[in-house]
Every structure is written in C-alpha cells, then in structure tokens.
C-alpha cells in the first residue's frame, strides 16, 4: 500500500494532547508515511526519531484591534496553505477547541481539494468545554462533520456522545499508546537525588520517593499532593516527592506544602524533557486529578515499572491494570496514602506491583496496535468508508 501524506494540527505544550499527537506522528514517520505536524512550536517529543515529522508553523498575528491572537483563524489559513501546496490525504486533528472549527472553516475554502478530516477528542474538550457557551455549539457542528471521530477510553466515548449528541456508533476507542523503548524499567534503580536539581542537604532517614508529572491545573487538584505526602511520611519519615511540569496551580502546591511542613521533602523540577530517565528513581507515582479522559503520564510510568496510585476516576481505570497499582474514590487522601505506604514500604510488593504495571504497558498499550487502528481508519476513509471503526479494545 502507498504511504499516506498526514497532516496533525495540535498544541505542542505538555498535556496529553501534545504527548499523544507528537508519538503519532513520530510512528508514523517511522512507518514511511509523510507527516506533518502542524503548530505554534514543533513539540519536543516529534522531533527525532526514524522517518522526518515536517514542520508547519502557526503564525497567530498581533495587533492593537485584537484583545486575543485569532488562533483559530491562523490554524485554518495554515492548513490551507498547506493543502494548496501539495497534496495531503489525512488531516487529523488534536483536541477539539478550537482545531475541529478550523479545519471545517479550511474545509469550506478548499472545497473539493479538503482531505478527510479525523478528530481525536483528549479530556477536557469533551466535557468541560463541551457545554461551555462560548465553544460548545460551534464545535459540536465542527466535531459531527468530520469524517471519523476518536477518543482514548470508554469513558470519554460516552461524554463526548452525551455532551455533543453524538452517536456513540460514530466513536471509535482508540487507547493511547507509550514508547515502551524510552519509557522502560532501568537496569538498576537511581539513587533518589537523580531527580533533584542539585545535591541536597541529606534527610535524616532514606524512604520513598514519589512522582507527579502534570501541567497544574486545577482539574488536577495538585495541592492534594502536599496532603498526600504529609501523610505517607507520618508512617515513613523519610518519603518525598519529586513534581515535574508547571501550571496555575504549582504556587498553591507549594503553599499548602509550607502549611504542612514537608516543604523539604517536595522538589519541583519543572518541565523537564528527560522524565523518562527521572522515573529510575520513582517508587511511586501519584495522582490526584478529579477527571482524567486516559492517563498518559500515568501510562509512561507504568512502561517504566512504577506502580500508579491515584483516584478512581474517568479513563483511568482502563488503564492502570490489576496489579499495576491502585485507585481509590475521589478526595479520600487517608485511602490514597494508605496506598501508597503499604505498597512502598515493602520492597518486594513494589517489584511486583512494578512488573505487573510493565506487563500491562506492553500487553495493552503498545505503539504498534495503536499505530494499526489510525492508519486502519485512515486508510478506509480513503476509500470512501467513513463508517465508524468501533472500539479497538
């Protein structure tokens, strides 16, 4: 079969949309495919690699008349110029707002010449924004016009129906998928002041170190964090935390954690592009979100042998396996401590717990079963089949 020309709008921050957009493009790439990705900045994660992932910058123009850069209309005009200077077979878009209602307004100026249009909803452009005034209506008209439609989990499969009004039918689950080669457990674990910026001043008894990767927003619910730990190491003196990423809601971690007095023991590294190396050093990895469509950084931890402790909330229990963690109901920061401290206290039930999280990253969560069921839907709108491919799992 001929390689397909893709085009990928998305934002290139960290987030799940960005991760998951970037990896794609990245395989497919890999697999001979000409892929483009198009984006205010290229994303980290889609440069490198096998295959060349081409660039297409987002200009967003300024000026005095505008409260707000028109993003949307930038992303249009972009596409457009593209598909007007070669041929693109597939244009799949990332996160709903505001992409779906670009690509229909490209749509509607290229005429015959639009490529099939595929949308892949990530979180929070299915539920949050799905009913907000401002985007809801327009992108539901955008969302039901694309030829196929995607989403992560059976949980965001049935929001983003009941939400938009869509036809469940016309929403295939496709699970996002890890790099189980970069994400990989280490040949022997890091000493916990790898994932520190510089040499601390040592803690009076060695214990656990815990992970958090997200980017700090209130959905997040990441000031729960500091009770988390305030608790774990009221039985393990010596536990702490290492956070990495930025938001709106990083100062407010670090002011509950002064008010709980583990400010010592919580380090923020920030955005950092080698999490996956950090995660040697993990014995935990831990969320709090209030809603999560999938997971990602959650899944990269699991390909990294690091049991997931968290909320039983959304997509998330379809991703972390039986054995590969725990969840607990939303808010109850006693269960979620108790968790964590019967598991990282004892070195064997971590291992194990850490090998059933491998296990299940390689046996559900693989690049290529991922990688098949896009190029799959690609390929059958291509073909004029623009009937919906179901769930994958």
């Known amino acids: 079969m001929r390689p397909l020309s893709i ?8 987030g799940g949309s960005g991760v998951v957009a970037s990896e794609l493009a990245r395989g497919l790439a890999a697999s001979g495919h000409r892929v483009h990705v198009i984006a205010t900045e290229l994303p980290a994660r889609a440069a490198g690699g096998p295959g060349e992932v081409r660039f297409e910058r987002v200009e967003v123009p300024s000026s005095p008349v ?32 505001p992409h779906a209602a670009s690509a229909l307004l490209a749509a509607q100026v290229l005429g015959a010449a639009a490529p099939a249009r595929v949308i892949t909803l990530h979180g929070t452009d299915a539920t949050r924004l799905a009913e907000h005034p401002g985007v809801g209506p327009v992108t539901a008209f955008a969302i039901a016009a694309c030829d196929a439609i995607t989403v992560p989990s059976h949980y965001l499969r049935r929001e983003a129906a009941e939400r938009y009004g869509l036809l469940a039918a016309r929403i295939s689950v496709i699970p996002n998928f890890v790099d189980l080669e970069r994400f990989a457990p280490p040949a022997a674990r890091l000493a916990p002041e ?45 536990a702490r935390m290492v956070l990495v990423g930025d938001g709106p809601e990083r100062e407010a971690v670090a002011a509950r954690a002064a008010a709980l007095g583990v400010a010592e023991a919580m380090t923020f590294l920030g955005r950092r592009s080698d999490f996956a190396g950090l995660l040697a050093a993990a014995d935990g990895f831990v969320l709090t979100s209030e809603s999560e469509s999938f997971g990602v950084a959650a899944l990269e931890a699991m390909a990294a042998g690091v049991p997931v402790f968290g909320y039983r909330v959304g997509g998330l229990p379809e991703v972390v396996c039986e054995d590969a963690g725990a969840l607990v109901p939303v808010g109850d920061l006693d269960a979620l401590a108790a968790a964590i401290t019967d598991v990282v206290r004892d070195p064997a039930r971590r291992a194990a717990m850490g090998r059933a999280a491998r296990a299940c990253a390689e046996n559900e969560f693989s690049a290529p079963r991922a990688l098949a069921a896009y190029e799959a839907c690609y390929r059958r709108l291509i073909a004029g089949q623009t009937r919906s491919l179901g769930a994958v799992r």
């Open 66 to 97: 505008f409260e707000h850069g028109p993003y949307c209309l930038a992303v249009a005009s972009r596409i457009v110029e593209l598909v007007r200077r070669e041929p693109i077979d597939i244009l799949h878009l990332h996160y709903a707002v």
């Open 194 to 238: 790898a994932a520190r910026p510089a040499p601390p001043e040592p803690e009076p008894e060695h214990g656990p170190v815990l992970f958090h990767v997200s980017n700090f927003r209130p959905i997040k619910r990441p000031a729960e964090l500091a009770d988390v730990l305030a608790r774990v190491r009221g039985a393990l003196p010596g």
């Open 7 to 14: 085009a990928m709008v998305c934002y290139p921050a960290l």
